[in-house]
């Protein structure tokens, strides 16, 4: 197994540095892979590396989101965003999987019949989420199911097909996975599996359903009300199992006794072992195998990330425990940061440093979030992946495993796809939505968690959503954003949902501050933490200097906080930046531009690919 794991290693390395037109490998190589079982088994394990890595999942949101406040955001939504920086029109990954599929169809494998279709079922999960991708990021692309030679200039060179070519490409190459794979599930399920090809299968239908809808694609062959009875279909699959469940124990990882911040939720991201019950496919951590992740380097350091913060426009969303509404509460926007977390929904408290939250510091216990040295910059300091002790806070120390897919997801999924087939009953919200906040601290209560809500909350709609009038709507679009927050959803559902807007008008606001020039405290010890000043380092009284937070006047161009008067006493803090969001008036920016290189390269050879709408 090392011996073919080695060999094959070494030409799937070479593929992947490949263009759709490289000459192919070695016939030895061939027979390596092809003439066993263990052969197909050792090349596939190379599809893996085409997964997140820890790193890449815990900051999978990067700055693509509007509820994301940090000192750099993606030039993608911002004034200025030139499409010549495009880069990322990479087919290698796609030929290394059809080089195995053509393999398997070849007279070179000479494996069970039931090999070759569990093997190939892996290899076209892998070509699904591949597409996938691009569809998401492109709409159509150019379809290949085999690997071009370097003579197939036609189809090398071929116009974009169209998005019923793609999505019928991935739904065929997902219910194939699902029918043919032989496992339901892994050790610690990090392999691919049949819950694997129903759970992205719900994802991509979703996905493409709501594009439909909101963007006014439907065709005949692919309507909206399709694609969401395909989703709901492939999360019922895993509802209906009932090996398949959410978290609902804390871990017992912790490096803090009694730990407030570390329940159920957050040890689906905190724990070292992948929790299977919930997780569909993971990443394991192994300090061993020199598999570990960088959440502590990328959200607690100043000079490493992008100092990522959440919005309290985000945090206003957050209901409390008994389902009524923050923003329904009188002066809510001066509620000061310790009262806010008060009988909020517990998510809250395991996403964000709050004021119980408590990071061992080497023999003492560091609360508050970082706003004094910049990695806070508007005092919602995420700590969904990040290890509570700050030891970890150099670079790829983290021991805690991550999901890449979980059911959580497809709870959400079979939610938003019933809702928007107007079949959703109470029983399915209980089931869903209800089972999410039950587990997030929620008492059972009609409306809330076991059944469906009847009214419309007018700060989420105003603020995020103004086309959206369907309570059922708002609410599931609520839950899979608290839910899934900073997990590299947002940017998508935006995009689906035709709320681009979202990007550019949602307030980057920061935490309320109750007086200027002095101290106060965001959680319950005995010491103030911050002071909050137009003035200078050099002008505040020595005991404030390390509890220093400098605001900027209004007229000021420099990027970094402003203080807005609250009418109900205080200030609150907003973040500005330098370099402005821009969302184009056109939508150009639903789509990603084609590469202006890949352009100009299909017209050097004598050929033409359609660019985006707006490029």
């Not at 007279?107 to 039931?114: F, G, K, L, N, P």
């Not at 124990?249 to 490096?255: F, G, H, I, Q, V």
């Not at 809500?453 to 959503?465: A, G, I, K, M, S």
């Not at 106060?520 to 137009?534: A, E, G, L, Q, R």
């Amino acid at each position: 197994m090392k011996k073919h794991l080695i060999v094959i290693t070494l030409a799937v390395i070479a593929l992947q540095a490949c263009s759709l037109k490289e000459d192919m490998v070695s016939s030895g190589s061939r027979e390596l892979v092809f003439r066993s079982a263990s052969g197909l088994e050792a090349y596939s394990l190379s599809f893996y590396n085409q997964l997140p890595s820890l790193a890449d999942l815990s900051s999978a949101e990067g700055t693509c989101a509007d509820y994301i406040a940090a000192k750099t955001i993606n030039s993608f939504y911002t004034e200025g965003y030139s499409p010549e920086s495009s880069t990322s029109w990479g087919w290698g990954n796609l030929r290394t999987i059809n080089f195995f599929i053509d393999g398997i169809h070849s007279e070179d494998c000479t494996v069970s019949q039931a090999d070759k279709d569990h093997y190939e079922g892996i290899a076209r999960w892998f070509r699904a989420r591949f597409y996938l991708g691009k569809l998401q990021k492109y709409g159509g692309v150019p379809w290949y199911d085999h690997c071009l030679n370097s003579t197939e200039l036609d189809e090398m060179y071929k116009n974009r097909d169209s998005r019923d070519v793609i999505i019928s490409h991935i739904i065929e190459d997902l219910d194939f996975a699902a029918e043919h794979i032989e496992t339901t599930s892994s050790t610690g399920n990090t392999r691919i599996s049949k819950n694997a090809a129903y759970a992205l299968k719900s994802r991509a239908c979703l996905f493409e359903a709501s594009w439909r809808k909101y963007h006014h694609e439907e065709t005949p062959e692919w309507t909206a009300a399709k694609l969401y009875r395909l989703a709901a279909d492939a999360a019922a699959v895993l509802i209906n199992d009932d090996k398949v469940k959410l978290n609902t124990k804390k871990c017992d990882d912790s490096y803090l006794d009694g730990n407030p911040s570390l329940g159920p939720y957050r040890s689906v991201f905190y724990s070292k072992k992948i929790l299977t019950d919930e997780v569909i496919l993971g990443c394991q951590a192994s300090l061993d195998d020199l598999v570990t992740g960088n959440a502590n380097y990328y959200y607690n350091s100043q000079t490493y990330g992008d100092c990522v913060c959440l919005s309290r426009a985000l945090i206003f969303t957050y209901l409390y425990k008994d389902g009524s509404r923050f923003t329904d509460k009188a002066k809510y926007q001066a509620i000061s940061f310790i009262n806010e977390f008060s009988n909020r929904d517990e998510r809250l408290a395991q996403t964000v440093k709050g004021p119980d939250y408590e990071i061992n510091n080497g023999g003492w216990r560091d609360r508050r979030p970082d706003i004094v040295g910049g990695c806070a910059v508007t005092g919602y300091q995420p700590i969904k992946f990040v290890e509570d002790d700050t030891s970890k806070n150099g670079t790829s120390k983290n021991e805690n495993s991550l999901p890449i897919i979980r059911y959580a997801e497809v709870l959400l999924n079979y939610a938003e796809a019933k809702a928007e087939l107007g079949e959703l009953t109470d029983a399915d919200w209980s089931k869903t939505i209800g089972a999410l906040r039950l587990r997030a601290g929620f008492g059972d209560k009609a409306g809330v968690t076991s059944s469906k809500p009847t009214t419309v909350d007018t700060y989420l709609q105003q603020t995020f959503y103004p086309d959206i009038n369907d309570p059922v709507i708002l609410e599931i679009r609520r839950e899979r954003t608290i839910e899934l927050v900073l997990e590299g959803f947002r940017e998508l559902d935006l995009r689906r949902w035709k709320e681009g807007e979202c990007f550019e008008r949602v307030p980057l606001i920061g935490l309320h501050v109750p007086g200027l020039n002095v101290q106060f405290k965001v959680n319950n010890d005995d010491t103030n933490d911050f002071y909050v000043t137009y003035d200078e380092y050099a002008d505040v009284p020595s005991y404030a200097q390390n509890k220093y937070v400098h605001v900027l006047p209004d007229s000021s161009p420099e990027q970094g906080l402003r203080a807005d008067e609250n009418p109900d006493g205080g200030y609150d803090l907003r973040y500005v930046l330098a370099i402005k969001r821009k969302w184009h008036s056109d939508d150009r920016q639903y789509l990603d531009p084609i590469p202006p290189l890949v352009v100009r390269e299909y017209e050097s050879r004598g050929y033409h690919i359609d660019q985006n709408p707006g490029w």
